[in-house]
């Protein structure tokens, strides 16, 4: 299962039959009307705070870095971190990019464990303040605009989330419920080692919570983001409205079935606007402006990648991180 998620032509066709069905539900050439027409200066503005997300997201993973004392320098970790993301474009949405990161990661400090550990309670600690945001957003919007069917997502949506997230924060106590004989099994053993690591980091609890708020300016930055392009297409959703929608829209972005972003995350917030009355080729327009924006972040990375690293030889064969 887990290659087939993996493989690029199956993720490539999902994209492609889902944005064929959205193309056919929706006017394309309206939509790209919209995008022509965005006021420039607001998207100058989403420009600079996708690039601000990023120095964030460098910042959260540095301090689990110093946390489990994993011997970088600053620069070089910031170095992986853009890179990876870069390369990540063209690798499974949401997963790629992490996976990248903490093989880079390992290569350089020949500590594969707590680099993928690190990678994991980064990733870990992003959802779950997703999940917040999202149960953040809904309280707020409901108090004016009850909708029980976007409530009824949200809610389910983070429950699942944060449930899922405790039990990878303690995997490593109900991973040891199995028969002590399996422990040895690989399919056993390499989950353990994983959750062993992503344990270490329970005995720095202002670590996690440092990175935890990062991790909610992280979210939030997106949001302010998603709205900023909303202005720009001349859209009136309440910004309430945007912490509701935006957290269930970041999640599909994680989930490993699309390209780059393009496909499934656009359909679900295509979806998630309607009960506003937002014409569908003025959400395909924003959905659409969100993954490019998002891409547009991963520019730095690609110049990066392009440059001689200054440890080349501590370089592994996924690009020069």
């Given at each position: 299962?887990?290659?087939?998620?993996?493989?690029f032509w199956v993720r490539a066709v999902v994209t492609g039959l889902i944005l064929t069905w959205l193309l056919r539900q929706v006017d394309g050439g309206a939509a790209l009307r919209t995008m022509v027409a965005a006021d420039p200066w607001a998207l100058m503005i989403v420009v600079g705070l996708v690039l601000l997300d990023r120095v964030v997201m460098i910042w959260r993973w540095l301090l689990l870095l110093r946390a489990s004392g994993t011997p970088i320098a600053t620069a070089a970790a910031a170095r992986i971190f853009l890179v990876s993301s870069f390369v990540g474009s063209f690798l499974p949405a949401g997963v790629?990019?992490?996976?990248?990161?903490?093989?880079?990661?390992?290569?350089?400090?020949?500590?594969?464990?707590?680099?993928?550990?690190?990678?994991?309670?980064?990733?870990?600690?992003?959802?779950?303040?997703?999940?917040?945001?999202?149960?953040?957003?809904?309280?707020i919007y409901a108090r004016a605009h009850p909708d029980p069917q976007v409530q009824a997502v949200a809610t389910v949506s983070a429950a699942a989330v944060v449930v899922g997230s405790a039990a990878l924060c303690w995997a490593d106590r109900w991973l040891r419920w199995l028969p002590a004989a399996w422990h040895g099994w690989t399919p056993v053993r390499l989950p353990l080692r994983l959750a062993d690591g992503i344990a270490a980091y329970r005995a720095t609890p202002r670590t996690l919570a440092s990175v935890f708020a990062l991790s909610l300016l992280v979210q939030l930055l997106?949001?302010?983001?998603?709205?900023?392009?909303?202005?720009?297409?001349?859209?009136?959703?309440?910004?309430?409205?945007?912490?509701?929608?935006?957290?269930?829209?970041?999640?599909?972005?994680?989930?490993p079935l699309s390209v780059s972003g393009f496909g499934l995350p656009q359909g679900v917030m295509i979806w998630l606007l309607r009960p506003l009355g937002v014409p569908d080729p003025q959400s395909l327009a924003l959905t659409t402006l969100i993954v490019l924006s998002g891409l547009v972040g991963n520019l730095p990375g690609a110049w990066l990648y392009l440059r001689p690293s200054p440890d080349h030889a501590a370089d592994g064969p996924v690009g020069k991180l």
């Amino acid at each position: 299962m887990m290659r087939w998620l993996r493989s690029f032509w199956v993720r490539a066709v999902v994209t492609g039959l889902i944005l064929t069905w959205l193309l056919r539900q929706v006017d394309g050439g309206a939509a790209l009307r919209t995008m022509v027409a965005a006021d420039p200066w607001a998207l100058m503005i989403v420009v600079g705070l996708v690039l601000l997300d990023r120095v964030v997201m460098i910042w959260r993973w540095l301090l689990l870095l110093r946390a489990s004392g994993t011997p970088i320098a600053t620069a070089a970790a910031a170095r992986i971190f853009l890179v990876s993301s870069f390369v990540g474009s063209f690798l499974p949405a949401g997963v790629g990019g992490d996976a990248a990161r903490a093989y880079a990661l390992g290569r350089r400090t020949a500590q594969r464990g707590a680099a993928l550990a690190s990678v994991a309670v980064d990733r870990i600690l992003g959802v779950v303040a997703i999940a917040l945001m999202g149960a953040i957003g809904v309280a707020i919007y409901a108090r004016a605009h009850p909708d029980p069917q976007v409530q009824a997502v949200a809610t389910v949506s983070a429950a699942a989330v944060v449930v899922g997230s405790a039990a990878l924060c303690w995997a490593d106590r109900w991973l040891r419920w199995l028969p002590a004989a399996w422990h040895g099994w690989t399919p056993v053993r390499l989950p353990l080692r994983l959750a062993d690591g992503i344990a270490a980091y329970r005995a720095t609890p202002r670590t996690l919570a440092s990175v935890f708020a990062l991790s909610l300016l992280v979210q939030l930055l997106r949001i302010v983001q998603a709205y900023g392009l909303g202005l720009a297409l001349g859209m009136t959703v309440p910004f309430s409205y945007y912490l509701v929608f935006m957290p269930i829209g970041l999640l599909m972005l994680l989930l490993p079935l699309s390209v780059s972003g393009f496909g499934l995350p656009q359909g679900v917030m295509i979806w998630l606007l309607r009960p506003l009355g937002v014409p569908d080729p003025q959400s395909l327009a924003l959905t659409t402006l969100i993954v490019l924006s998002g891409l547009v972040g991963n520019l730095p990375g690609a110049w990066l990648y392009l440059r001689p690293s200054p440890d080349h030889a501590a370089d592994g064969p996924v690009g020069k991180l």
